[in-house]
């Protein structure tokens, strides 16, 4: 696997400050009635925030926001 050069470590540390305090653990609160759960995925080479409404009744209702594109998550791309 390639090492990271300077550039990739430069844009690593600015998605840290960028993004460090709003990208989380999964977490889920009480929402009305169900849930709402918000859960951070990586999409091939970006970041995205998935919000997911789960009902008493077993019905899901699922939102997607990228948070970041166009990052080297992926080795190989």
Request: proline letters at 5%; glycine letters at 10%.
């Amino acid at each position: 696997m390639p090492k990271p050069g300077a550039a990739d470590l430069a844009k690593r540390e600015k998605f840290g400050k960028d993004h460090g305090k709003e990208i989380t653990p999964p977490k889920a609160t009480a929402s009305g009635a169900g849930f709402e759960v918000v859960a951070f995925q990586v999409v091939e080479q970006a970041v995205q925030r998935a919000t997911v409404h789960v009902a008493r009744d077993g019905k899901v209702k699922a939102q997607f926001a990228s948070v970041a594109a166009s990052l080297r998550l992926v080795a190989g791309h």
